[in-house]
């Protein structure tokens, strides 16, 4: 009997200590991660595009541990399925539910124009790699753009098609919807600031796969500009070579958008020999830190970067730059402000932000290049690309690096 | 009118693709009463795979022969180990058969990445032939010339073989045909792979004029599968071809003089014929 209770008495004690020594180690309250949402096109007619920045974005995070300024990092990323609808559904998510402190990513356009008018309601940053049209950009106060707007990067090509291609006359072809009009417009407006003109310009809605009628149409001008995004880069590029577009002109990109996304790049096979344009980014850039990114990036992926993970790693060097300024502060007037200072080398050149938090930085002219069945990105000019907000109008200017 | 020629000749080269999907669609829900929504998928396995065998061999042959080949087996597994006890159950049919294109389209997914392919032009088929001022491609003339064989060969299984004859015997009504001693089952199994493998062979050659294949594919082509049907009529061959290349041809052609339309043309087609003629320009009844 005795040593009955004994044994209850010590069983009892036993719990009692380990009920108390567990929670003497839960004691020491963990401090709240800084949280990083990120909505990613890992599916649908942006997938590649969106399933790079992911790529990238994890580079940098795995590179300084998921840790900045002391703080723990916390990485809530979504799917958004290249869809506005499911990207509007994922944002509210990780705003409302996750509670992130800033926003990373999309780029696709289409939901930049809805995610613009939420993150102002919320207050909450919203970083993006991609450069967007105007309208979408200036409609809000919570979004700091990287690389400015469209027209802004492509200015610089306008500029170059110009001055050092020596072409006076261009027809043009580009998708059918905002970024379209952005990138080409940028395009156009370098090109006729220059005194070039443009003769003509076809719009081809999303989803078209056979481009002929619109290569039939095509004037006689000296160049074919164009800009293509996502699943229509390989059938129009392709279909330019087989059409003898190349025969009669020359073809220049306002901007590369995906081309330079290794596979992309690879799949295209001969049809883009000799095709020059405007890239963001390309692994090959002699900008600091971006041979140690390539190698880092491909070590882990087993890939090349291409433009929107070169532009993403660049955005997350920007926001945990910023948030070393604000000392780990995640608030959002204080990342606000820490964002709105950051003036870095980033792998993409130098990028600070202007007073409506454009991106002031620079554009890369690239020409493709094939040897030995292999196609290669060369860098054949730099401009500067900057912008100012003059009443509502935006006003660049480009400067030849 | 070099343009209208143009325009036309893509558009002709575009319907003989799509007939080439709808036709095994068209034939399998007019003889099994089937509906295959993964139809469209097996049109992108059949691509997925010729390509990647085309490039690693440098065969465009061997290419088609893997792609027709992989979509039947699918086809047929599909249909031996799922479909088979669902006869006349079409709301079982379309959800597991929906499901299938998840399936299908998630392995895609796995084995060759997010990335879109390029397809495979044989450098017997590279380069282009003049029409007045444009270029033509000559692998586009090479599908129309074997769109139209195919059609003729399929005519003649149907109208002129002993096959054929019970093919439509059974499509028209399948317990008489059974009733008169006649075995439908290796003939519906037949034709179901014959449809998936046509599905696998318009994939392989039909991507050079989409331009790419990627993972979108599966529910692209089989929309264009079932609007093919629905204006040219199930079951019918002949419906296939009018049907498909009536949609290639109207959106070719608005796709040069009225762009704006050109995303459309396919549900222009589609609402009209199902208010004039809803069986079909030549459809048996379904």
């Not at chain 1, 994922?90 to 008018?117: Q, W």
Request: proline letters at 3%.
């Amino acid at each position: 009997m005795k040593s009955k209770m004994l044994l209850v008495l010590a069983v009892l004690a036993l719990v009692a200590s380990t009920a108390v020594f567990g929670a003497c180690k839960a004691a020491p309250v963990e401090e709240e991660p800084i949280k990083i949402g990120g909505l990613f096109e890992m599916t649908g007619f942006l997938v590649s595009l969106g399933t790079e920045s992911y790529q990238a974005v994890t580079v940098a995070l795995e590179e300084v541990d998921y840790q900045v300024a002391g703080r723990r990092i916390e990485f809530i990323w979504e799917d958004t399925a290249s869809d506005v609808a499911v990207c509007m559904d994922k944002l509210r998510k990780i705003v409302e539910t996750d509670k992130v402190h800033v926003v990373f990513g999309t780029v696709f356009t289409g939901s930049n124009y809805a995610i613009v008018p939420y993150v102002d309601k919320m207050g909450v940053p919203n970083i993006n790699v991609t450069a967007h049209p105007e309208d979408c950009v200036l409609a809000g106060d919570w979004d700091w753009q990287i690389m400015g707007t469209g027209s802004q990067m492509t200015y610089a090509m306008g500029l170059y098609a110009y001055e050092e291609l020596g072409y006076r006359t261009a027809t043009t072809i580009a998708t059918d919807y905002e970024a379209g009009y952005a990138y080409m417009g940028g395009f156009t407006q370098g090109f006729t600031d220059s005194g070039g003109k443009i003769i003509q310009q076809q719009w081809y809605p999303f989803g078209t796969a056979d481009f002929s009628p619109y290569i039939i149409k095509a004037g006689d001008a000296d160049v074919l500009a164009t800009w293509m995004v996502g699943d229509a880069l390989i059938p129009s590029l392709t279909q330019f070579k087989e059409l003898g577009v190349w025969e009669k002109m020359p073809i220049i990109g306002a901007s590369c958008a995906g081309l330079l996304d290794p596979r992309i790049l690879q799949e295209a096979g001969a049809a883009v020999e000799g095709y020059i344009t405007e890239s963001h980014y390309t692994h090959v850039i002699d900008a600091p830190g971006n041979k140690e990114f390539v190698e880092a990036y491909e070590e882990r992926w087993d890939l090349l970067p291409g433009n929107y993970a070169g532009s993403s790693y660049a955005a997350m060097q920007i926001l945990l730059e910023a948030l070393r300024i604000s000392g780990g502060d995640a608030s959002p007037q204080a990342l606000a402000s820490a964002l709105d200072s950051v003036s870095i080398d980033t792998i993409r050149g130098h990028i600070s932000f202007n007073e409506a938090r454009l991106g002031q930085t620079s554009a890369y002219i690239v020409r493709i290049d094939r040897e030995g069945g292999i196609n290669i990105p060369r860098v054949i000019a730099r401009y500067s690309v900057s912008s100012k907000l003059v009443g509502d109008k935006l006003v660049f200017s480009s400067v030849r690096q | 009118m070099d343009l209208f020629v143009a325009s036309l000749l893509s558009g002709i080269s575009l319907g003989i693709v799509y007939f080439l999907v709808a036709t095994g669609l068209s034939l399998i829900m007019g003889l099994m009463g089937i509906i295959n929504l993964a139809h469209g998928a097996l049109f992108m396995l059949g691509a997925y795979l010729g390509i990647t065998v085309a490039k690693s061999t440098g065969n465009f042959i061997l290419g088609i022969f893997a792609g027709v080949i992989g979509a039947g087996i699918a086809g047929l597994v599909i249909e031996r180990g799922f479909l088979r006890g669902l006869y006349k159950r079409y709301l079982e049919q379309i959800l597991l058969t929906f499901g299938f294109i998840y399936i299908i389209t998630n392995l895609h997914l796995w084995i060759y990445g997010p990335w879109a392919k390029a397809p495979f032009v044989p450098e017997l088929l590279t380069g282009s032939v003049p029409i007045g001022e444009f270029y033509f491609p000559i692998h586009r003339l090479a599908v129309i010339i074997v769109g139209v064989v195919t059609c003729l060969g399929l005519w003649w299984l149907q109208e002129k073989t002993k096959v054929g004859a019970i093919v439509r015997a059974g499509m028209d009504d399948a317990e008489m045909t059974t009733g008169l001693g006649i075995n439908l089952t290796p003939i519906t199994i037949g034709a179901f792979f014959l449809g998936s493998a046509l599905a696998g062979f318009a994939g392989v050659a039909g991507t050079p004029l989409l331009g790419q294949i990627n993972l979108e594919a599966g529910l692209k082509m089989l929309l264009v599968a079932l609007a093919v049907c629905v204006v040219g009529g199930v079951g019918s061959i002949q419906g296939a071809l009018v049907g498909a290349l009536l949609i290639g041809i109207s959106t070719a052609l608005a796709a040069t003089y009225l762009p704006v339309l050109a995303m459309f043309m396919m549900y222009i087609a589609m609402a009209l014929i199902l208010v004039l003629r809803p069986s079909g320009l030549m459809g048996r009844k379904f």
